[in-house]
């Protein structure tokens, strides 16, 4: 390597040393978020491209051999595929879950820790915020689970009454 990488891995190990100082042991778990996230991002550039120049890249003995090429017709996209809102259901759950989280958080706050006013409600704007995404993320995903599971009956309906 050359000097100046070495330079500023001297850099960033001085930095991350002045982090676990001035922050214990957050600092310590920051370091190593850190560090696991340049290893796997090695890790996986490397795996990549061992996998890439290991592809078998001879497509044309996959080909058929036909005299015209069929034409296919493009299926109709799905609802997935589609731009479109996720409904209702979104924003009232992770309006439910902000107010859980806010109530819950603030409450637990006020009564299990010594703290203020200002600190209590402060700490439940925070488990307001984490309750909304909460219930933003969980309605989300049952959202589009359904609607997924809808497609896939809907299209297997349609391939079952076109072989019949």
């Known amino acids: 390597m050359r000097p100046v990488t070495y330079s500023w891995m001297a850099v960033v190990i001085g930095v991350c040393c002045a982090a676990i100082g001035w922050l214990g042991i ?7 978020v850190v560090v696991a996230s340049v290893a796997m991002h090695v890790a996986g550039n490397a795996l990549g491209t ?19 090429p069929q034409v296919v017709p ?3 996209p799905t609802r997935l595929e589609q731009r479109q809102s996720l409904g209702r259901l979104v924003p009232v759950s992770a309006g439910i879950g902000a107010v859980c989280g806010g109530g819950i958080g603030a409450t637990a ?15 439940g704007v925070s488990s307001a915020v984490i309750g909304g995404l909460l219930g933003f993320l ?13 497609d896939a009956i809907a299209a297997e309906r349609a391939s079952a009454a076109a072989d019949h």
């Not at 706050?109 to 700490?123: D, E, M, N």
């Not at 969980?138 to 809808?150: K, N, P, Q, T």
């Open 50 to 68: 061992q996998l890439r120049e290991s592809a078998d890249r001879d497509l044309s003995r996959f080909r058929r051999q036909e005299s015209a």
């Open 26 to 32: 957050a600092g310590w778990i920051a370091v190593a």
């Open 109 to 123: 706050l006020a009564t299990l820790t010594s703290s203020s006013l200002a600190g209590a409600t402060l700490g």
């Open 138 to 150: 969980g309605a989300s995903f049952v959202e589009i689970i359904r609607v997924s599971l809808r």
């Open 74 to 76: 493009r299926p109709r």
